[in-house]
């Protein structure tokens, strides 16, 4: 099975800061690679597909880029609503579909 | 609007049973592989099985082979997860799941199993 590992596994940031979580994989999965966002209490939210291809509605400043083994979701100036758990999930190949550990973005 | 809404969930003994149901609505259903994907209280998430569109491929985490049962209805525009056996490891919010190409595009709101004594 692929493994996936998010580091930080949570980070405090401020309003309007840059932030960036990464995302690595146990072995190349190319860029077949989803980024969710959850709330505390909700269902997650589908942010991201194939590394870096925004889903529809997600604002411009989630965007994604990597290949390989190595990912990044960056948030660009944070607002209040991006305070949440971010996870990544790998679709390359075969089942199981494996999610990282998730990443807490946390109001400092 | 896609709506996914899920039901079955509750409190179960160890090795018990429990069959969730997802009742979907807002899409053609039948055009879509879908998914159940599972959290454990405080935990992250846990891909459990998805099914294709005809329901002729079927796919399991090791960790439910053997016990968990996906099945759909086209007709009635439904998934269900019957699960056997149940353990305390169980114990999760299960998600009913639209896979666009194992892009998990919506989620219902989960129904929470508690298998304890």
């Known amino acids: 099975d692929i493994q996936m590992t998010q580091s930080p596994s949570s980070l405090s940031a401020s309003v309007g800061d840059r932030v960036t979580i990464t995302c690595r994989a146990s072995q190349s999965i190319s860029t077949y690679l989803n980024w969710y966002q959850q709330k505390p209490g909700k269902a997650p939210k589908f942010l991201i597909y194939?590394?870096?291809s925004l889903q529809s509605g997600v604002p411009s400043r989630f965007s994604g880029s990597g290949s390989g083994t190595d990912f990044t979701l960056t948030i660009n100036s944070l607002q209040p609503e991006d305070f949440a758990t971010y996870y990544c999930q790998q679709s390359y190949s075969t089942p199981p579909w494996t999610f990282g550990q998730g990443t807490k973005v946390e109001i400092k | 609007e896609v709506q996914l809404v899920e039901s079955g969930g509750g409190l179960v003994q160890p090795g018990g049973s429990l069959r969730l149901s997802c009742a979907a609505s807002g899409f053609t259903f039948s055009n879509f592989w879908m998914t159940w994907v599972r959290q454990a209280p405080g935990k992250g998430l846990e891909w459990v099985a998805n099914?294709?569109?005809?329901?002729?491929?079927?796919y399991y985490v090791d960790s439910v082979k053997g016990r968990f049962t996906i099945s759909r209805d086209n007709a009635k525009n439904s998934l269900y997860l019957q699960m056997n056996s149940l353990r305390a490891e169980d114990t999760a919010v299960y998600y009913c799941?639209?896979?666009?190409?194992?892009?998990?595009?919506?989620w219902g709101q989960g129904t929470l199993v508690t298998v304890s004594s």
């Open positions: 099914i294709k569109q005809d329901g002729s491929e079927k």
């Open positions: 194939a590394a870096s």
């Open positions: 799941v639209r896979d666009k190409n194992v892009n998990f595009d919506y």
